[in-house]
């Protein structure tokens, strides 16, 4: 059973980097048959998609975001990762990683989230 | 970007009730629509891809319908687990957007 977790720190100050890391069980990155994706959720809001990669590195970033976001995968370690730079306020979220089935351009897993809040 | 939008926000039914969710996005995204439950403080789970494709282990009670630029989610008998916040996604080009959410709660 593929499993999904995100890590990383939970508090940051302003105009420090956001890094994620979301590690994959029971299942491979380094599959062909999807990609690997960050969404995320501002405290009683909707949802927001950060970005994606494939498996070969091709990455697709909201463009909102572009700017700021880098999107890796670490196929020996089975994990993906996020960067977002220069956080302020607005980037306060829950943030999910998930998987998109090639093909299917839905999200099948998810991760339990993590919150990250960032503060002076 | 297209944009995906869900009125109603909330809407109040009862157990066994048939309720209907729709969403519309602002220019033709095909059948590439999907839609998710999320209960607080999880993450959301698929329910219905490629505007009417069950997920695998979804209960038949919910069904998606539509294309072009208005879907409807289905749940035809309301049970107290299905009480949640239900998004659309389009998948037809990116940024992939969701709406914002349509919480269904009880009457």
């Known amino acids: 059973q593929v499993q999904l977790q995100e890590s990383g720190p939970g508090l940051l100050k302003p105009s420090e980097t956001l890094s994620l890391t979301c590690t994959v069980s029971?299942?491979?990155?380094?599959?062909?048959?999807?990609?690997w994706t960050w969404i995320r959720q501002p405290a009683g809001k909707g949802l927001e998609w950060i970005g994606r990669i494939y498996t070969s590195g091709t990455t697709s970033y909201n463009p909102s975001l572009k700017s700021r976001v880098t999107i890796s995968v670490d196929t020996s370690k089975n994990q993906f990762s996020l960067e977002l730079t220069s956080v302020t306020a607005a980037d306060t979220a829950l943030y999910f990683c998930a998987r998109e089935p090639t093909g299917r351009d839905a999200y099948d897993i998810w991760g339990q989230g993590t919150v990250v809040t960032v503060s002076s | 970007d297209i944009q995906t939008t869900q009125p109603p926000s909330s809407l109040s039914a009862s157990v066994g009730d048939r309720v209907t969710i729709p969403c519309r996005t602002s220019?033709?995204?095909?059948?590439?629509l999907n839609w998710y439950q999320q209960k607080p403080g999880k993450a959301p789970k698929l329910l219905v891809y490629s505007a009417s494709t069950l997920q695998s282990g979804v209960p038949s009670r919910f069904s998606g319908s539509g294309s072009g630029t208005d879907f409807t989610l289905t749940i035809t008998s309301l049970q107290p687990e299905d009480f949640a916040t239900y998004y659309c996604?389009?998948?037809?080009?990116?940024?992939?957007?969701f709406g914002q959410g349509t919480r269904v709660h009880f009457k």
């Open positions: 029971g299942g491979s990155t380094s599959s062909g048959s999807y990609y």
């Open positions: 220019q033709s995204v095909g059948n590439y």
């Open positions: 996604q389009q998948s037809y080009s990116a940024p992939l957007t």
